[in-house]
Structure formats: structure tokens, C-alpha cells
């Protein structure tokens, strides 16, 4: 779906025209590749690119909000093969905006990452697109063929002496390998199973050279950040969370979809432009950055606004700006068994604490669900997750640990009730008419 | 160096050293599954997880390098807590039947489970079970058991050198595995079953037949190939149960060759002999022990009075323990005859003479692993040698380069700079064409002889390789050192190495190939050498330990020469319906795990051991059998009073290295003429056949690497002999039909060859090793 | 079913070969392991699933273990170790997809078409499979046909419309 509504927009000015815009022609009238165009022209040096993308205070938008500047100014100066690879493989549960970047805009990705190769003196890029977008891949190539016939790509870009190719890779079915090592494996032909760091990317990273990975939406940025300036960039949103943010708002609200707006916009706001909740019920819960982040309570998160540090004190992440939205036909039980069977389907399963921990957290929530809970569970899953976090390869064991505990922090009455009464709190007619599958009359 | 304090306890470590390692240094145990000091790094069991001071969380030991100042507490609240957690994860799938596993009493996980684990798992949920999976007939499987820390599969990876083992799938439904219908086939392969922490790999000859606890241990060493590994030998009732490896970080590191780790299967054949026999009237009878020596004694006199003592010969085997050649020389020499060797394979003996002293690796084994440039010369290097193979393979990696000049083309599962592939009569000039390189590139004058060639791309990468390097080593296998020119050869790498300013030296085909020439089982004087003394054949023999038909250059030869004499007297373990047929006399000796001895291994090195087992039957150690031979024969100086003395009157004083050893030759004639047009034979001697023993060993048997011999060509021969692959061909040597054998593709073989195996019954009649074929369509 | 591409040769056809070749020269030339997830699906397009041949096959072409490229095949969840349906729909009934009707989709394919996740239809037509998110959880419910067609907004009549269209 195009665009439904934005304020302040950046990356999303040309996704206008929907389907129909994303090609060369479109992106240069646009004003596309001009950042590119005098980055090479004016001989810009790498530490003064890097500078201004400091100044901007971009922070990663992959889900753990690191500078991006800082992150590129880790690259060894010497090595003479270096990489920059893209991540697109946006499988965190609720996060659809890198999809859509690379279907209206994706050029905007090629130059970001063109650029990033000059700053870091990397020759050769990838971009690592999940292999359910099948589509959007195909159309990437196709971008990537425009961009190598006009100059953009290849030897000697724009004869400025600068060469540069970026290949797409395709992933096959496999959430790790949005973790960036595993992300890196899986380029190397293996298994996407994540790598202990240190070492990292920026010393051992694509093929054991200098890598430097960065989110779809943070490369994406980065063109917009040259032609307003850091500063300009940064004064978008709020200090120490620069811009604008692309928000997917999924779940219980009239009108899902990617909205772009400033860092530091108000939940209420967001969920306005969203049309609001769907069919005028309450607001129940919102996990605020993909299904990773420890879910809040609707009020909590009516009080907060739309960025790093608010999300963070109110107890959860921004991650990926994925905002799901729950109302009050939700069974939090339900809704967390299907959270914990994805982190057990997903691990990748080399560090013991996440491949046993994972699915045993799976199975304890299952069976709470289907009213074969024990009293004593609750605090077997919280025990189960502190074994598990903080002492694994990736992240991932956190991932599965926190919607666990955050779900049990804010719904205890809800889980007891279950165990207790072995069946939901919420009528199970109630949530099945939740879904908006069903219309009146349909089976 | 930095300086790192672990559990109060300072120490310097070398720069990226990892804590784990450090801590090893400190004799502080840190629990770990994962990590294997030969491996690479995975860090994905989790169970090294350790306080580091200002981290916030656990930090695994085995992947975290020390930085300066480092403070590591492996015993406190956190990292405890941390390694209790990581267990009680272990343990909720693992099917805990420690009393029925194979890996009970030597298991890493029962052992730290008691130190780390909780009495009672709060895990209720149902237990994953895993199938498991056929690894051949060498590792039995209990994959339920596997904690996957992938130790296996690393170890096929980088070790073996190709993944014969993955993880498959992910998440809880990891499982290792082969790939789909696959053995593991690797020459290696046994070490998984030491490498795996549990009882998911286990040793499917061992399986179930003793609980650890029960088994006696005694370190030996291996009768096979030169490397002379060395061993725990496990047993149970005097029979050997196990075979281990003794870590010997000069020699076998970690590691062991399924020949060595599995070939004591052979031990318990049904061929051992027992009780020593004789042949009465064409009966074969089994008499008391003073009965057959007194036989033997007469038989070999009465020959020496007869026809003189050159009319005996001796044929030792190699893989006899240095007091057994010793004694036995000594007899062959009290009786009169020179004629005595233990070089069976060779056929080239024209180096006798010239040699500067005895011919050995000429370096150490651990050196091997420091070469930075290495130049193979006919070799099955991976069957002939797997450990040296091995390290090369590990050198390669770190930026070694290694060469090989064969007359095959194997899979060395090494990274190879160049190789150059000829038939085996050419491999003297193609051999010569690298010296002539070499020289040209090094400024030097090569051998006059050279001066007509023209150097091959192939010799000259060879060339440009070695030359580029600053710790080079030319090493002749056992297939240069068997060649019918193996004296040009080995002076070709000799002039070769002068030119490097590097070694060469020979990869010892068999346990005493070093051993043989200090216990002077070799001609001396007018003695006929193992070759002549077939060819010319002798009233009377002495066999020791030796299959004369499948140990010998000319299995066929040896046969004929061994049914024409009066007299065969045959020291053995086993017996053969060979043996049957030629022998006088059969004495039963003690194979290696029965019997103290040494021997004397590629690099010189001594090794001594004792014996594992009590004698199977009237088995007797060869050393003493053969003392009371000398006696009975009334031969001077066979007082010896244990298997020690006899060691010290053949080795002389107590030194961990044997004297003597030289490469050097002198007088040697370059022979680069080569025999053309007729199809030569490039015979291997298949790892699984090479000595008796191992042909004994079962399950080695069933192994990938003992399949039938075949007739293997390039598909140029094949058309050119109009054979499909699968096909059978009529084999011929010197103008008759031989031997049926399926021929089969193998690309990698020259022109004009046909690769057809020795040491094996169906390829006996063919002769010798290095025979001229005839092929046909059968 | 597609039972009878077992049957068939291993060996890739001319033309996959040719696109395998295409995705090799993106990696460096010592790498063309990298190839080897793209491979598979070409593999895979060209034979209905994959047979652990054709993953040997895939393998040999590339110049790594066999072992190696079926870590690969089985690792990633969208290759198929088992013969499927002319038809595999993947239906994603992750939390975001379920809040907007992910699951009672599922449900109503499985009624549909009398099977549950992980079966095929006895015409062999249809394989049904429960997916992870797709990255498209703002147009749930949302299905993936044969892996490469997503399809947005399934609600009844739009599943019904997607089944008669699969003949
Ligand atoms: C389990 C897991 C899944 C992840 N998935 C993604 C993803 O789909 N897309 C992404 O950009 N980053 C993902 N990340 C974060 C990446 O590891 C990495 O931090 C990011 O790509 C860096 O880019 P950025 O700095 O531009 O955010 C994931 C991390 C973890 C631990
Ligand atoms: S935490 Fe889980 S997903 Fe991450 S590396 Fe370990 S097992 Fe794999
Ligand atoms: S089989 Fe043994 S060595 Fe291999 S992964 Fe499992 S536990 Fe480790
Ligand atoms: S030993 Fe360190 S993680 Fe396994
Ligand atoms: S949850 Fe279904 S596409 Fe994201």
C-alpha cells in the first residue's frame, strides 16, 4: 500500500505515485543521486561526510538505535577490501517499512549506500532482502541495472575516479539473519547463524574484510541528510534522536500502515493518523518496537512520544518502529504463545541457553493457554528467561525472553486468571470477532 | 604479553590469547564443551561463561581474548550462577541413561552435571528424541545424547578436511548428521567419538562391550605407518577392547587414523595362531613349542650345512619391533647368510652402499608443521600418511604451500600451490625438470644430466613455488621409495634440497622403516637383498611377521620363491592358507599389544613399550622365540634375559633419538630414461591392506577404504581399451590374463596408466607393483 | 504430487545453470559459495523441491560439501526437503497478521481445502504452510504463493478468488 499519511516527510516524498514511481527517471526528478552526484563532484573528504552524518544523529533504524556516524567512523582506515551491506530482511514481527522503501524508493537505498561506501572506502556493497519479498528483490535488480547503465554503479563513477557495485542477495526464510553476523553468514553461503562479536563487523566482517551494516531506512536517510545538512536533519526530531522515523502501525487500528513522522511525535498522534482504533474499541496494549520490545500497557503508552528515550524510560524499545497495536479483544496469553512460538521457531539454535530456553518458554506459555497451567508457572518462565538472557551468541534470546516478561509484568491477573480458570479472560467469541475477518454473515 | 588476573591469580599470557587458555595456564579449570584447542572457536555451548570485571554479562572463556589488566572471576555469584543455568539447559532434552551409555565414566557432561548441575530440573515438558544416524561401521550414533556443540563437525570440517558432518535444520531441531544416505568416510573419522563431550559418537566395535571403569590401560605405540603414534591400548580379561590416542603433540598430536585407532580388532582374529605347528607328511600337526623349535632349528641347519648358510634368506617384516629384527638378523647372520631385509616393497635397491647413513624424515614431525614450502613426491600421502597429511593440510591453511609430483591425482583435501601428475616412468625427469627450475631460479648449476630437458609448466610452478620459500622440504612417499627408479629419485630431491638450502627426507612407509636399517635387518656383504632373494630363490626362508604374497613388491614372485624352497619358517601371529601352503613350520609370535618392543619411527625417535596383554594361546614374543632359536642353534651372543637388553645391544645406549640417520647419497647415477609406450601399473597399497593385522580388523573391513581393488583410468585409457566404467577388464602382466577387475573412472590419472592395487588376493597375480600391463574388455 | 520429480536427473537444466552463473558473479571469485542460497531456489523452481541429489548437485557446482549446502537447505524454512503441491500458500499467522485475521485466514483455507498446515491435498494441487511474518503485516491477512507471489488483504473472498485462480 502507498503512503497513507505523513508529517514532515523525507523518505517517503517519493512514494506518491505508489508502484508507478520508484524507477531511475522518477527518483532523478525527484532530485535523486544529486547528493551522490556532489559528494564525488566537490571531492568531499571521507571525514567530513562522516562528520555531517554524526551531526545529523542518525541512529540506526535496523532496531538498536546506534549512531550511525560513530558506527561508520569505526572502519579501519587501511584495509584494502572493504564492504557495505544493507539489511533487508525485515522479519521482526510488525516491521513492514523496509519493504515498502524498496518498492516505491529504491533508489534512495542505492544512493545511501554508494555514499556510504565512499565514506568508508568500501569498493562493493550487498543488500540482503528476505526472501518473502520475492517481488521487491526482482525490482531491486532492476534498480540496480538502471543505476549501473547511468553511471551510478560500477568503475569510475561519474568520472570521479570512484568505483563502487552493490549486488542483492536474497535470504530464504530465516529471521536471524536480520542479526547482522548471521546476516553476514548467510551472504557467505552458510547457515545464518550469528557470530560471537568481538570481533565485529567493522574489523571482521563480509568474508573477514571491514564491513559496515546498516538498516534499509537508515541508508535511505542518508541522501536527505546531505541535502538539508545534519544539523537541519537533527533539528527534525528531537536532540539525540535525529529526523524523522518511519512508523508501521499494525494490529487493532482502522488503518494500518508506514507513516513517517518526527522523532518525539506523540504516540496519540501516530495513532491517530492510523485512523485510529479499529471499530472505536479500547486500547488495550501497544508493543512499540517490533515484537522483540517489552509490550506497554495502552496508558503507559499514551503518555509517550514517538522516539528513542521516551520509549526507552517507559520501559520498552523503539527497535524498528514497528508499533503493534492491541485492543481489548486480545487474550495476552494467546497473543504471547504466538510471540514465543515465533522466537522457538526462529533460533537458530547453536547456543544451548536459546535453543532449549526458547522452545521450553514456547511450551509453558502453550500449555498456560490451553489450561494446563500450574501455579508455579509464572515463576518458572521468569527463572527460564533470566537463564537465558545476557548469556547467548545474538540477541535473540533476549528477544524471546522479553515479550515473557514484560507480558507477565503487565498482565499478571490476566496469566493467573488463565491458570486459574484454565480459559481466557477475554470470551473467545469476543476475540474472534476481533480480527475483522469476519464480517456479519461470513462463516 | 599482557597481564591478567583470574580468580586473584596473576599472569602474563601472549597478546590474543583467550582467557579459557589462559586459564589453562593457571591449572584453572574453567568447564567448557565447545572449545577444542585444534578447533575453531564456536562458543555455542556456553558453558565457559565467566565473570569479567566492568562487564555487565557473563563472558564465554573460550572466545574472549585477554586486553591488559583483565580481571576474570570463573567462581563467582555471576559467573556460577551463569555455568548453572547453562547445565540445567543441557539437561532438560538430554535423555540422562548414563547407566546404559557407552560414554558412562568418561562422560564431560555427567561429570560436570554433578559440579554444576541442580539435583531436580523443573523441566516437565515431554524430552526431544533425535534419530540416529548410520555413520559407517566405525561410529555408532545416540544422537539424542548430542548437546550439539558441533565439536564433530568442525572436526570433518577443518580437520579431516571436508564436511562430511553438518548441523542440519535450526533452532531445537538442530541435529548433526551426514548428508542424506552418507557415511563418514573419512581416514580420520574415529576422532569424533574422542572429540564428542557425551555419548552421541561412540566407537561401534567397542560398543557395549565393557563399562570404562573396567578396563587396564597400558601406552604403546602403533605398528602401522612411520609416524608411530602413540597409544593407550585398553584392556579387559587380557583382551584389548580400545584403542585411544596418547596426546603426543610431536608425533600424533590429539589425534589417531581409524587403522591405528580401530586395527586391534585384528588382535582377536580367528586367523591368530595359537599354538605353534608343523608340517608332517603334508599334514599340518600343532605341536608343543619345543617340538617346533627343535624342527625349525634342524630344518634351517640342515639347509646351512647342505647348501651353505647364503641359501637361507629372511624376509622381516617392517612392522616387527626393532628387537625382533635384531634377533632376527642376528640369526640369519649366525647361520651364514647376509641375505636378510625388511624393505619388502622396494624394488630399487641400487642406493645400497652409497648411502651416507640411515635414511629417515630428516627433520622432526613437528617440524613438518613449521614448512613453509613442501614438495610431495610420490605419494598416496592421505592413505600412506593421514597425520602428516593432516598437519599439512593445517599448514596450508595458514599460508603454507604445499606441491605434490605423483603419478595419481587423489584428493589431498589440502590446498595444493601445484601438483604435476605423470606415469610412474616419468616422474624421474618430471622430477628432474623442478630441480632444473629450482637451480635456474636460485642461480645455481644444476647436475649435468639435466641439461637436455625442457621444463613443464606443471614442474615450473613447482619450481616458482619452492623457490619463494625459506623452510622448504622435499618428502619422497612411500610410492617414490618403492619406484623402480626410487634411487634417481631420491637424489634428484637430495639435489633439490641442496639447491633450496632446505631438507628432504622419506615419509616411513611401516613402524620400523627407520628401525629396520638400526637393527641392521638389511644385506650386507653378498646377501641378497628382498627383491634378489625372491628372484634367486633361496633353499630356505625365514619369515618374520611378514604376508610375503600382499607385504612384497611381487606378490607373485614371493609366492613362487616361498613354494620352491625346502624349508619356510614362518613367525607369525596369524596364518593364511598361503602360509599353509609354503611353510615348514609355523611359530606363533605375539603381535605388538602382546609383546614389549620399539620402534623406531620416521624421525628416528625410539619408542619403547610394554606389553597390554598376556599372549594369546602358546603366543610367544617374537624376541624371545627367536632367542631360543639362537640357542637351540647354538649361535653366539643370544643371552639375552629380557626384550631391554636385547634393545640395548641393537640401539646402543638409552637416547631418545637413534644415531646415524643420513639422507646423504653418493654414486648414485641419475636414471631419467624412461620405459614408453607400454600401459605401466601405478600401484597404491590401499590403507586398510597394509600390513597383516590391519587386513585383519572387521570393522576397518567394512570401511570405504577397503573396497575391492578395480582397475582405475583416465577416460582416454578407457576408450582407448573400448571399456565402459563398471565394466570388466581382463588384466594382464607379461603376456597373459591375470586377473578380472571392474574398471572404473579416474580422471586424475596420467596417460598410459591403469591404477590397480597391491596387497590385495585379486590382484596378487599380477606381480609386481610396478608391472606393464596388458587390458582388455573382458 | 510432485513424487515424479524424483525421478528425474539431478543435473540442472542448461538454463538454471546459466542462472546460477549469473548470481555466482556477484560474490568475488573465490566466494561462489555465496551463490549458493540463490542457487538452491533455482534448483528448487526447476524441480518442484529439492531432492537431496539436486542439493548435491547444487553443491558440486559450487565447489562445496554436500553437507554444507543441506545445512543450507534445511536451515532456511522456505526451501522444500519434500516433494509439495503445484501450489504452496504460506500463510503468515504471526501476532500483527493474527490481530488483523492472519490465523482465522489459515483456518479457512484449511476448511477449504480439507487439509491442515504441512499436507498437501490428495489432487496434489495444494500444499498448505504456516509462515512467519513476512514483513508485510500492514496488509494482513497476507499469504505467499509458491514463495514468490505475495498476496495481500486475504480476507474470504479474496482467498476464494486466489484458490479458483490456481487451477
Ligand atoms: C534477532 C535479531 C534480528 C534483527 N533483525 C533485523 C532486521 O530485520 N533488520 C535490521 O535492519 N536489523 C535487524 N537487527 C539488528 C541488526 O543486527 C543490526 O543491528 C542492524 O542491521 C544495524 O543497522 P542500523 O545500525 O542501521 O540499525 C536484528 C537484530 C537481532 C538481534
Ligand atoms: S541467541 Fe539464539 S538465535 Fe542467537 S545465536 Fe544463539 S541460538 Fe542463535
Ligand atoms: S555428536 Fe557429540 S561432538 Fe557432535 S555435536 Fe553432538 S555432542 Fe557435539
Ligand atoms: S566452551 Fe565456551 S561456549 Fe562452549
Ligand atoms: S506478522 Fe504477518 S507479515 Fe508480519
Redesign the interface.
Known amino acids: 500500500?502507498a503512503l497513507i499519511d505523513t508529517i514532515n516527510p523525507l523518505l517517503t516524498t517519493g512514494w506518491a505515485k505508489g508502484d508507478a514511481g520508484w524507477s531511475l527517471k522518477d527518483y532523478e526528478a525527484r532530485g535523486g543521486y544529486k547528493q551522490l552526484r556532489r559528494v564525488l563532484e566537490s571531492k568531499m573528504s571521507q571525514d567530513d561526510l562522516i562528520a555531517e552524518v554524526k551531526k545529523s544523529v542518525l541512529r540506526g533504524r535496523g532496531g538498536a538505535g546506534f549512531p550511525t556516524g560513530l558506527k561508520w567512523s569505526f572502519m579501519p582506515k587501511a584495509a584494502p577490501v572493504k564492504y557495505v551491506v544493507c539489511n533487508t530482511d525485515?522479519?521482526?514481527?510488525?516491521?513492514?517499512k523496509?519493504?515498502d522503501l524498496m518498492r516505491f524508493d529504491p533508489h534512495s537505498v542505492i544512493e545511501g549506500m554508494i555514499i556510504a561506501g565512499y565514506a568508508v572506502g568500501a569498493k562493493a556493497g550487498?543488500n540482503y532482502i528476505?526472501?518473502?519479498?520475492?517481488?521487491t528483490y526482482q525490482r531491486f535488480e532492476e534498480a540496480l541495472d538502471q543505476a549501473r547503465a547511468a553511471g551510478y554503479l560500477g568503475d569510475n563513477i561519474l568520472g570521479s575516479g570512484f568505483s563502487f557495485d552493490l549486488?542483492?542477495?536474497?535470504?530464504?526464510?530465516?529471521?536471524?539473519c536480520g542479526e547482522e553476523t548471521g546476516l553476514l553468514e548467510?551472504?557467505?553461503?552458510?547457515?545464518?547463524q550469528p557470530r560471537?562479536k568481538?570481533p565485529f563487523p567493522a574489523n571482521f566482517g563480509l568474508?573477514g574484510k571491514p564491513t559496515t551494516i546498516n538498516n534499509t531506512e537508515t541508508f535511505a536517510a542518508i541522501p536527505f541528510i546531505l541535502g538539508m545538512g545534519g544539523e537541519a536533519y537533527l533539528n527534525l526530531g528531537k536532540p539525540n534522536n535525529g529526523g524523522t522515523k518511519l512508523f508501521?502501525?499494525?494490529?487493532?487500528v482502522n488503518r494500518?500502515?508506514?507513516f513517517e513522522v518526527p522523532m518525539g511525535t506523540p504516540f496519540a498522534k501516530l495513532l491517530e493518523m492510523a485512523g485510529g482504533m479499529r471499530g472505536g474499541r479500547k486500547l488495550k496494549a501497544v508493543i512499540p518496537g517490533g515484537?522483540s520490545a517489552p509490550v506497554l500497557p495502552g496508558d503507559v503508552i499514551m503518555d509517550c512520544t514517538m522516539d528513542y528515550d521516551s520509549i526507552a524510560k517507559a520501559g520498552s524499545m523503539l527497535g524498528s518502529g514497528?508499533v503493534?497495536?492491541?485492543d481489548e479483544t486480545?487474550c495476552m496469553v494467546k497473543?504471547l504463545e504466538?510471540?514465543s512460538y515465533?522466537y522457538?521457531?526462529?533460533?537458530?539454535?547453536?547456543?544451548?541457553?536459546c535453543?532449549?530456553?526458547?522452545?521450553?518458554l514456547y511450551?509453558?506459555v502453550h500449555?498456560i493457554e490451553h489450561g494446563e497451567g500450574r501455579p508455579e508457572d509464572l515463576d518458572?518462565l521468569n527463572?527460564v528467561t533470566?537463564?537465558?538472557m545476557?548469556?547467548?551468541?545474538c540477541a535473540l534470546a533476549d528477544a524471546a525472553a522479553f515479550p515473557v516478561r514484560s507480558f507477565i509484568k503487565h498482565f499478571q491477573g490476566e496469566f493467573e486468571y488463565h491458570i486459574e480458570n484454565k480459559k481466557c479472560l477475554v470470551d473467545p467469541e469476543v476475540q474472534?470477532m476481533?480480527?475483522?475477518?469476519?464480517?456479519a454473515g461470513?462463516? | 604479553m599482557v597481564e591478567i588476573e583470574i580468580d586473584g591469580k596473576t599472569l602474563q599470557v601472549e597478546d590474543g590469547s583467550t582467557v579459557i587458555e589462559a586459564a589453562h595456564k593457571l591449572g584453572t579449570y574453567i568447564p567448557h564443551f565447545c572449545y577444542h584447542k585444534k578447533l575453531s572457536i564456536a562458543a555455542n555451548c556456553r558453558m565457559c561463561l565467566v565473570q569479567v570485571e566492568k562487564a555487565p554479562k557473563p563472558m564465554p572463556a573460550c572466545a574472549t581474548t585477554v586486553t591488559n589488566g583483565m580481571k576474570v572471576f570463573t567462581h563467582s555469584d555471576l559467573a556460577v550462577k551463569a555455568q548453572k543455568a547453562v547445565m540445567e539447559f543441557l539437561l532438560i532434552n538430554h535423555p540422562l541413561d548414563c547407566p546404559i551409555c557407552d560414554q558412562g565414566g568418561e562422560c564431560q557432561l555427567q561429570d560436570l552435571a554433578v559440579g554444576y548441575g541442580e539435583s531436580a530440573s523443573k523441566y516437565e515438558e515431554e524430552k526431544r528424541v533425535v534419530p540416529d544416524k548410520d555413520l559407517g561401521p566405525l561410529v555408532a550414533t545416540d544422537m539424542t545424547r548430542c548437546i550439539n556443540c558441533t565439536r564433530c563437525v568442525r572436526f570433518t570440517a577443518e580437520i579431516a578436511g571436508f564436511q562430511e558432518l553438518g548441523q542440519s535444520y535450526r533452532g531445537e531441531r538442530a541435529e548433526v548428521m551426514p548428508f542424506i544416505g552418507k557415511t563418514v568416510d573419512t581416514e580420520l573419522s574415529g576422532n569424533i567419538i574422542d572429540l564428542c563431550p557425551v555419548g552421541a559418537l561412540t566407537s561401534k566395535p567397542f560398543r557395549f562391550s565393557a563399562r570404562t571403569w573396567e578396563l587396564s590401560r597400558r601406552k604403546s605405540v602403533s605398528p602401522h605407518d612411520g609416524l608411530g603414534s602413540n597409544l593407550i591400548v585398553q584392556t579387559k580379561h587380557d583382551k584389548v577392547l580400545r584403542v585411544l590416542p596418547l596426546e603426543n603433540e610431536d608425533i600424533n598430536e590429539c589425534w589417531l587414523s581409524d587403522k591405528e585407532r580401530f586395527s586391534y580388532q585384528g588382535l582377536g582374529s580367528a586367523d591368530r595362531l595359537t599354538k605353534p605347528m608343523v608340517k608332517q607328511g603334508g599334514e599340518w600337526k600343532e605341536v608343543d613349542w619345543n617340538v617346533a623349535l627343535d624342527y625349525a632349528a634342524h630344518a634351517l641347519r640342515d639347509v646351512a650345512t647342505t647348501h651353505g648358510g647364503a641359501a637361507i634368506g629372511g624376509l622381516l617384516s617392517p612392522h616387527s619391533t626393532v628387537e625382533e629384527l635384531y634377533l632376527a638378523q642376528k640369526l640369519l647372520r649366525g647361520l651364514g647368510s647376509d641375505s636378510v631385509d625388511f624393505r619388502l616393497r622396494q624394488s630399487d635397491f641400487s642406493a645400497d652402499g652409497k648411502r651416507a647413513g640411515i635414511p629417515s624424515l630428516g627433520m622432526k614431525i613437528a617440524d613438518i608443521s613449521g614448512l613453509d614450502r613442501v614438495l610431495v613426491v610420490g605419494s598416496f600421502l592421505r592413505k600412506d600418511h593421514p597425520l602428516i597429511a593432516q598437519r599439512l593440510r593445517q599448514s596450508a591453511k595458514k599460508g603454507a604451500q604445499v606441491c605434490i609430483l605423483h603419478s595419481a591425482n587423489d584428493e589431498l583435501l589440502i590446498n595444493l600451490t601445484a601438483r604435476a601428475v605423470a606415469a610412474p616412468s616419468q616422474l624421474p625427469a618430471l622430477l628432474a625438470q623442478v630441480v632444473k627450475a629450482v637451480c635456474a631460479l636460485k642461480g645455481a648449476s644444476a647436475d649435468a644430466a639435466l641439461s637436455a630437458l625442457t621444463v613443464s609448466a606443471e614442474a615450473q610452478a613447482i619450481a616458482q613455488s619452492l623457490a619463494s620459500g625459506s623452510n622448504t622440504a622435499v618428502l619422497l612417499g612411500n610410492f617414490a621409495q618403492q619406484h623402480p627408479q626410487a634411487a634417481t629419485l631420491q637424489a634428484l630431491a637430495g639435489q633439490l634440497a641442496k639447491a633450496l638450502g632446505g631438507k628432504f627426507g622419506f615419509l616411513g612407509e611401516a613402524a620400523n622403516s627407520v628401525g629396520g636399517y638400526v637393527a641392521k635387518a638389511v644385506p650386507s656383504g653378498s646377501g641378497l637383498n628382498a627383491a634378489a632373494m625372491l628372484k634367486d630363490s633361496r633353499q630356505a626362508y625365514v619369515v618374520l611377521g611378514a604376508e610375503p604374497e600382499l607385504d612384497c613388491a611381487d606378490g607373485a614372485l614371493a609366492l613362487a620363491a616361498l613354494k620352491k624352497s625346502a624349508v619356510t619358517v614362518v613367525l607369525t601371529p596369524f596364518k593364511s592358507p598361503a602360509m599353509l601352503d609354503y611353510a615348514a613350520v609355523l611359530l606363533p609370535v605375539a603381535p605388538f599389544s602382546e609383546t614389549s618392543g620399539s620402534f623406531v619411527n620416521t624421525e628416528g625417535r625410539v619408542q619403547s613399550f610394554y606389553a597390554a596383554a598376556k599372549p594369546l594361546g602358546e603366543a610367544r614374543p617374537g624376541w624371545k622365540v627367536l632367542r631360543v632359536l639362537g640357542n637351540l642353534l647354538a649361535i653366539n651372543g643370544f643371552e639375552f634375559n629380557s626384550s631391554e637388553d636385547v634393545r640395548s645391544e641393537a640401539l646402543g645406549a638409552q637416547a631418545e633419538f637413534v644415531s646415524g640417520l643420513d639422507n646423504g647419497l653418493e654414486g648414485v647415477r641419475l636414471d631419467l630414461s624412461a620405459a614408453g609406450g607400454a600401459v605401466e601399473r601405478v600401484a597404491d597399497v590401499p590403507i586398510h591392506f597394509a600390513d597383516a593385522l590391519v587386513r585383519r580388523a572387521p570393522a576397518l573391513q567394512k570401511a570405504a577404504d577397503s573396497a575391492v581393488p578395480t582397475a582405475r583410468m583416465n577416460s582416454a585409457m578407457l576408450k582407448k581399451f573400448g571399456l565402459d566404467a563398471g565394466q570388466l577388464a581382463k588384466v594382464g602382466a607379461g603376456g597373459t590374463a591375470k586377473a578380472n577387475l571392474v574398471a572404473q573412472l579416474d580422471a586424475g590419472l596420467p596417460d598410459g596408466v591403469v591404477r590397480i592395487s597391491a596387497a590385495h588376493a585379486t590382484t596378487l597375480a599380477l606381480g609386481p607393483m610396478s608391472a606393464v600391463l596388458s587390458v582388455e574388455k573382458a | 504430487m510432485n513424487t515424479q520429480n524424483t525421478m528425474l536427473s539431478p543435473e540442472l537444466s542448461p538454463e538454471s545453470l546459466k542462472k546460477i552463473d549469473r548470481e555466482v558473479a556477484k560474490y568475488p571469485a573465490d566466494q561462489k559459495q555465496s551463490a549458493v542460497m540463490a542457487a538452491l531456489v533455482i534448483a528448487q523452481d526447476e524441480k518442484g523441491w529439492l531432492p537431496k541429489e539436486t542439493i548435491a548437485a547444487v553443491a558440486t557446482y559450487l565447489g562445496m560439501a554436500p553437507m554444507a549446502a543441506y545445512e543450507v537447505a534445511s536451515f532456511y524454512n522456505m526451501y522444500d526437503l519434500h516433494p509439495v503441491g503445484k501450489y504452496k500458500i504460506t500463510v503468515c499467522t504471526n501476532l500483527p497478521c493474527a490481530l488483523s485475521g492472519g490465523v482465522h485466514a489459515a483456518d479457512y483455507v484449511k476448511h477449504k481445502l480439507g487439509v491442515d498446515f504441512n499436507e498437501t491435498t490428495a489432487d496434489g494441487k495444494f500444499t498448505l504452510k504456516e509462515g512467519e511474518c513476512m514483513g508485510a503485516c500492514g496488509d494482513a491477512p497476507v499469504m505467499l504463493v509458491n514463495n514468490k507471489r505475495m498476496c495481500s488483504f486475504m480476507l474470504p473472498e479474496q482467498i476464494d478468488a486466489l484458490l479458483a485462480e490456481c487451477k
Open positions: 500500500m525485515e522479519g521482526e514481527p510488525g516491521t513492514f523496509d519493504r550487498y528476505h526472501g518473502e519479498i520475492f517481488e549486488f542483492a542477495h536474497h535470504g530464504w526464510g530465516a529471521y536471524i548467510s551472504i557467505e553461503g552458510k547457515k545464518g560471537f568481538p568474508y508501521s502501525v499494525s494490529g487493532h494500518p500502515g508506514n515484537s514497528a503493534i497495536v492491541m486480545v497473543a504466538r510471540l515465533f522457538y521457531e526462529e533460533s537458530c539454535g547453536q547456543c544451548t541457553p535453543r532449549e530456553g526458547s522452545g521450553w511450551r509453558v500449555r518458572l527463572r533470566d537463564n537465558m545476557g548469556k547467548t551468541i474472534r476481533g480480527s475483522g475477518f469476519f464480517k461470513n462463516v
